[in-house]
C-alpha cells in the first residue's frame, strides 16, 4: 500500500469512529469523499473499499427504521469495533489482517441492512454507485469507474443522468453538432 | 467505410430510453453499417441479462444485434491497436506521480474501429473519451480542479493520441435523436395533428431530456441550444 494512501485511510477510520460514535452522519458523508481523490488517481482498491463501507454508515445511521429497531445496538457497537480494528491493523502495517477485517465489515453491513431494508437496492450497492460516480465527476470515464467500483455501465449511467456533472464544460457548440450529424446522415 | 461506431454508453442511454428502436429506420435512412465491438456486446447483452433490472433492456438490444441492425466487429488488428494506444491514453495524465488511467479498453476500442473503417463517426454518451478527443484541456482542467492537485501532461503521448484520433468525429444519442427528429421518425409520438407544432418542441425537449436523465453527457444549455436551433425555444 502507498504511504499517502494508508494515513488517508488511517484518517478515515479515526474519522469515521468518532463520527459514528457521535451519530454525526454529514461528518461520515464527508469522510467517505476523502478517499475518493486516492481511488481515481492510484485505482487503489482499499480507498475504494473504504469510501464505500463509510457512506454505506452514514446512509443507515440516518435511517430511523435502523436505529430503532432491537438490532442496532449489536450492530453499532460491531462497527465501531470493525473501525478500530481496522485502524490499529493498518498502524502496525498488518495489511492481511486490515483486508480481512474489511471483507468481515462488508458481510456485517450486508448482513444487517438486508434484515433491517425495505428497499430491493442494499446499501452497499448503492454506496458504490454513489461513489462510483464521484470517481466519473473526476475525469475519469464510466468504463473505469464501473470496473473500480465493480459495477456496470447501467447502474451508474442511470445514477449520473440525475446529477449535473455533464452541465459544464462544453467544447463544442450545439449547432455545430447539430451541423455535424446533418453532414453525416446528409439531412438538407 | 459507411459507419457509425457505437460505444457502450450510446448504446445504454437508448435502450434505457425506449429508444433503441430509432436504429432500424435511421440505419436504412443512413445506409451504412451500424458497429459496435465485442467488448460492447459484451457490456451491453452479456452482463446486464444476468442482472434482473436491465435484462429487459439486454433483451432488445440483443435482438437488434440479431436483425443485423448492429454489426458486430472482432479483428486481432483493432484489438492488439486498441491495447496500445489504451496504453497511451492512461499514460497522459499524471498526479501525485502516478499516470491515471481514465478510459478503458472498450471506449478507446470506439475509435480504433472507426480509424480502420474510415467511419463516419463514433456514438459516445460518456464525457472522458470525447473531452480528450475535442479538448483534452477542458479534461485537464476538470481532473486539476476535481482532484484538487497539479496535473502533468505527458506530451508525447497526448501527441500520439491526438494526431491518431484527429478525424474521428464524436456524436453523441442526443444528435442521433436529433437526426431521427429531422426524418421525422420520432413522429409516431405526436399523432394529434391539433396541436402538433407544439407536441414538436415537447417531443425534442423530451427526447433530449431523457437522455440526459439516462446518462448522455449533453448540458442543460445545449439542450436549450438545440430547441433553439429549430426556433422550439420559449422567450
Known sequence: MIDSVKRDIINVLKGGYRALKNKEVAELRDLSNHTIHNASIFRDKDSVSIAIIIFSLSKILEKNQ?????????????????LDTARSSLDKDNFENYSNTMSEFFKFISIFDRKMNLFIDNVLDNAKIKK??????????????????????????????NTTISDYNITMSMSDRIKMVKEIFKIK | MKALVFDTSSIISLALNNLLWIIRPL???????????????????DKPIKNRRFMFEALTIKDILNEGYLSLIEDKEIEDKTKYLVNVANNIFKANNSYITILQHAEVECIVIAKHFNADACVVDERTLRFLVEDYNKLADILKNRLHTNIEINQENLNIFLNYSKDVKVIRSTELCIAAYEFGILDRYITDRKIHLELRKTLLEGVLW???????????????????????LKG
Not at chain 2, 27 to 45: L, P
Not at chain 2, 210 to 232: H, M, P, V
Open chain 1, 66 to 82: 435502523y436505529r430503532q429497531g432491537n438490532e442496532w445496538k449489536g450492530f453499532y457497537k460491531g462497527c465501531l469495533s470493525f
Open chain 1, 132 to 161: 462510483g460516480c464521484r470517481v466519473y465527476e473526476h475525469g475519469i470515464s464510466i468504463g473505469c469507474a464501473a470496473d473500480l467500483f465493480g459495477l456496470t455501465h447501467w447502474e451508474l449511467m442511470n445514477y449520473i443522468g
Open chain 2, 27 to 45: 440505419k436504412k435512412q443512413f445506409k451504412g453499417s451500424f458497429i459496435i465491438s465485442e467488448a460492447v456486446r459484451q457490456e451491453v447483452i
Open chain 2, 210 to 232: 431523457g437522455l440526459k436523465f439516462r446518462g448522455c453527457a449533453i448540458s442543460e444549455t445545449e439542450i436549450n441550444d438545440a430547441l433553439g436551433f429549430y426556433g422550439l
